[in-house]
């Protein structure tokens, strides 16, 4: 009897020990570059007992790495800070797709990846950015700047700082202005900014803000946290810029103003499955939404969340109108868009 009893309890032990240490722990790729994001993952861990375990690249570095991983790949969740790249690891197949009912009931469809006829979804923005314009407010109008048509207008010729096209943010506000103009128009705009650059495109959003402030550039194109972690700093420097800067949410009179995601799903050779679902759900809770919202300046996705972020207040005037294409459309224009900018030497 007791002979018997060993092999068994053993077995069972194992089988539990195995099982409890599946439970403890889920593996993160996280292109999310964000300080802040320290106390995103700490709740979550504290909550759930789940340990985290992070690695921290951009996101053309977390696509090229599952790639080469494969099945072996220890990825469970992966994060990614822009639609196109989200929408290139479902199409490259390195994504598992989720059936969530948390995830939903509260990520808008124009917000996740195309569902497959059983409604999982390859990938899900859990907070928004706005790509905003920001001008020199001793030199330009705001009535000059107030659609993204205008960074391509003659009349702004000499203006223009933006970081290179071919960064995924400007890529998605690219193949976003595509879907809304129309391929032609698209590409004649994106060679009107080329003629109105102040300079050739160096330097990432914050580099621009600050150009803007020093009176090397008119107008620039940002997104919306870096600006709004401007807003928030005591610095007297940052007070100075703020006081030259002025912003616009442009659009707001047609179509709404470009908002890409930040986002997420579940590795396609994910070890810790249930975790992963836990922590993309996690995601989507009140208490990460209000993370986005305060910790990193981003907008909550999940419907009727209370924003009381002074930045986001402070720039939108409460809200704005943002457009309501499905995000995964930046994606399948990307080529296309990379195609433009090399026609009309967009740097
Ligand atoms: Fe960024």
């Given amino acids: 009897m007791f002979k018997k009893h060993i092999p068994l309890t053993c077995a069972i032990l194992l089988a539990c020990t195995a099982a409890q240490a599946q439970d403890q722990v889920v593996n993160i790729y996280s292109a999310r570059h ?55 690891g479902e199409i490259e197949g390195l994504f598992q797709p989720v059936k969530s009912k948390v995830l939903d009931q509260t990520i808008p469809v124009h917000l996740r990846g195309k569902a497959s006829s059983d409604g999982a979804s390859p990938w899900f923005g859990f907070s928004t950015r706005a790509r905003v314009i920001v001008y020199d407010k001793v030199k330009v109008k705001k009535d000059d700047v107030d659609t993204y048509e205008e960074l391509g207008d003659p009349k702004n010729k000499g203006k223009l700082c933006i970081r290179s096209g071919s960064h995924p943010y400007n890529l998605s506000l690219f193949g976003a202005v595509t879907e809304h103009l129309g391929a032609q128009k698209a590409e004649a705009w994106l060679k009107g900014m080329v003629d109105n650059m102040a300079r050739t495109p160096k330097g990432g959003d914050t580099d621009q803000i600050k150009a803007v402030a020093a009176g090397e550039c008119g107008i620039a194109v940002t997104n919306s946290y870096y600006l709004a972690r401007i807003m928030r700093s005591d610095k007297a420097e940052d ?3 703020m006081d030259r800067v002025g912003i616009v949410f442009p659009n707001q009179a047609s179509w709404g103003t470009h908002v ?26 009140a208490p990460a939404q209000d993370h986005f919202a ?26 704005f109108k943002s457009e309501t294409i499905p995000i995964s459309v930046v994606g399948m224009n990307q080529v296309k868009v990379q195609q433009m900018l090399d026609r009309v030497g967009f740097k």
């Fill in 294 to 319: 305060n910790g990193n300046n981003e907008w909550p996705v999940v419907k009727g969340m209370k924003i009381s972020n002074p930045a986001l207040q402070a720039m939108t005037g409460g809200s």
């Fill in 239 to 241: 007070k100075a810029i």
């Fill in 260 to 285: 890409n995601i930040a986002g997420g799903a579940m590795a396609k050779n994910a070890k810790n499955p249930a975790n992963a679902i836990k922590f993309l759900e996690y995601l989507a809770s």
């Fill in 34 to 88: 964000y300080p802040t994001d320290e106390a995103l993952y700490s709740n979550f861990a504290q909550a759930t007992g789940i340990k985290i375990n992070r690695v921290d690249a951009d996101d053309a570095g977390i696509l090229a790495r599952l790639k080469a991983e494969g099945s072996a790949s220890p990825a469970d969740v992966i994060l990614l800070v822009d639609a196109a790249r989200l929408w290139k």
